[in-house]
């Protein structure tokens, strides 16, 4: 374990609250554990489902001496609607329950206050994720500093400080791009890119629960980042500077997980998951030359349509080269299932392809030397997780902040290329949008990461420059471990002026 402090009870206590979909859930876990590698005691609150997905990893933590526990509290499924056995956005049936889902967030309120007073010792802090809105008012209720985690990076959260200001977006028509307002770059986006705050799908009570997320960010302390100043350390500054906010940039968090059995502890998702320890796969990948291998996957929460994904399996087989491709299991997989059967598409890339229809273990493979690829949805920590590796990216946005991260991927730090999609998906109208990306924009993609030439060359060295920058970064000394501290002393600052 990495003290920074000696073990006593004067020691600040950290309460991570995160929200129930993988994007946020795992990284706030790689967080909790680097806090309390630090002898930092850390409580984590979730729901029973939930727990079960990082219960193994957080016992390893513990048998290695770090304070970390997790407590429960019950999902309320029969209050808002949600069916029994979901407990996470990605789990959910169909995205029209989504809005139901913020609603469970609401209810949850006496619960994590009831949980929440019967801690010991008296909590320091709480980290929480942004999307839960109601830990402001419990934050409020005992007197603590609640941190928000918003699982992006600042180049995003600066971007939208910068369009709520300037409404820049709102002359311009859907397709036509424009210059974000504002910032130190020149950065040009679609309107249609824009995350749904500025550019709405149908259903209008979205907005009321974004409304109500950005009226209790006001209310925060301040910000936990997952990301690192090498990365975007002037956009770390600048949000600094026009916010006002205290700001932590902590990451990458996902390098916590430093052996191959943390990675894949941190991928143990359903309990019948097809090869837990990752095995199957890093030994078919230990089969390739270095840097060969593409891997694919589009995150926890994208539905491509299947002609989309048929597109992209089209592309994959035209480049000839090995591949792993994550095709996630609910959305239409019958229909996806019948083309791969009936198409021959199985049959035919067996020899160099690996399908995994439904949870892999994204961090063991990213991290595995085969690996030469990352075509990506640009989830923010999927691209993190790319960029931490090393391995140059092939961007295919969706949804969400997804369009500014390929920004950071393509024109920022210059480690990727994209694919070329035009507009946002947004969650559950995935039928109004049925191919973005054709299977030759694919193809060109990775060739354009992949192939000869001194472009090529370029954007392989630069992501191999930014992957040993980012494990630099949370290294003793490195930026995002001396923030790391820095949060540490505020906090125990605070607890010894609120005893005293
Ligand atoms: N992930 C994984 N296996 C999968 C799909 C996703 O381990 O098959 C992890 C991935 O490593 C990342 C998270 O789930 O940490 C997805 O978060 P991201 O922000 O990339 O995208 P989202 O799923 O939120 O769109």
């Known amino acids: 374990m990495d003290s920074t402090l000696p073990s006593n009870n004067s020691n600040p206590h950290f309460v991570f609250i995160p929200f129930m ?11 909790a554990k680097l806090l309390a590698r630090r002898n930092v005691k850390v409580t984590i609150i979730t729901t029973p489902l939930n727990s079960i997905q990082f219960q193994a990893t957080i016992e390893r933590e513990i048998q290695s001496g770090s304070p970390i526990q997790i407590e429960l509290v019950p999902f309320p499924n029969a209050e808002s609607g949600i069916p029994e056995g979901c407990e996470s956005v990605d789990t959910l049936p169909s995205m029209d329950l989504a809005v139901n889902f913020y609603r469970a967030l609401i209810l949850l309120k006496k619960p994590l206050q009831e949980v929440y007073e019967k801690l010991t010792p008296t909590p320091s802090c709480i980290i929480s994720d942004k999307i839960i809105t109601c830990v402001a008012d419990i934050a409020d209720k005992f007197k603590v500093p609640r941190i928000l985690f918003d699982g992006t990076n600042c180049f995003h959260l600066l971007c939208n400080h910068y369009l709520h200001v300037t409404k820049a977006y709102e002359a311009i028509s859907s397709k036509d791009k424009f210059l974000l307002p504002g910032i130190p770059d020149r ?25 109500q997320v950005k009226e209790s960010e006001g209310r925060s ?9 090498d990365l975007e350390g002037v956009y770390v500054k600048e949000y600094e500077r026009v916010t006002g906010l205290k700001v932590w940039c902590i990451g990458p968090v996902s390098l916590s997980n430093q052996d191959n059995l943390d990675r894949a ?18 030994k078919w990948l230990d089969s390739w030359p270095s840097r060969s291998v593409i891997y694919v996957c589009l995150g926890s929460l994208t539905r491509a349509t299947t002609e989309q994904l048929i597109e992209l399996g089209l592309g994959l087989e035209a480049t000839n080269r090995p591949f792993i491709w994550v095709i996630k299991g609910a959305y239409k997989r019958e229909e996806m299932e019948t083309w791969l059967l009936e198409n021959g598409f199985e049959e035919r890339v067996k020899e160099r392809g690996i399908l995994i229809k ?15 690829a990352f075509l990506t ?8 997780e790319g960029i931490s590796a090393g391995v140059p990216l092939v961007t295919f946005p969706f949804f969400a902040e997804q369009f500014y991260n390929e920004k950071v991927v393509v024109q920022l730090v210059e480690c990727g290329v994209s694919v070329g999609a035009e507009s946002v998906v947004h969650l559950g109208e995935e039928d109004e949008c049925v191919v973005q990306v054709s299977r030759e924009n694919v193809k060109d993609g990775i060739e354009k990461v992949m192939g000869e030439g001194e472009e090529c060359d370029k954007i392989r060295e630069r992501a191999r420059e930014y992957g040993t920058m980012a494990k630099r970064a949370i290294q003793q000394g490195g930026s995002s471990y001396c923030n790391m501290t820095r949060l540490i002393e505020e906090i125990k600052r605070l607890k010894l002026s609120h005893n005293s």
């Open 221 to 229: 302390y301040g910000v936990v980042v997952n990301s690192f100043e």
């Open 187 to 211: 950065i040009e986006l679609r309107r249609s890119q824009l995350p749904g705050i500025f550019n709405p799908g149908k259903n209008p009570e979205w907005n009321h629960y974004r409304q």
């Open 358 to 372: 439904g949870w892999a273990p994204q961090v063991l493979i990213l991290n595995h030397e085969a690996i030469g």
């Open 377 to 384: 949805h640009c989830g923010w920590n999927s691209t993190l």
């Open 265 to 282: 502890l941190r991928s143990k998702r359903y309990s019948n998951q097809e090869d837990e320890d990752g095995n199957k796969y890093l």
């Open 21 to 31: 979909t993988p994007g946020h859930l795992l990284p706030m876990v790689d967080m």
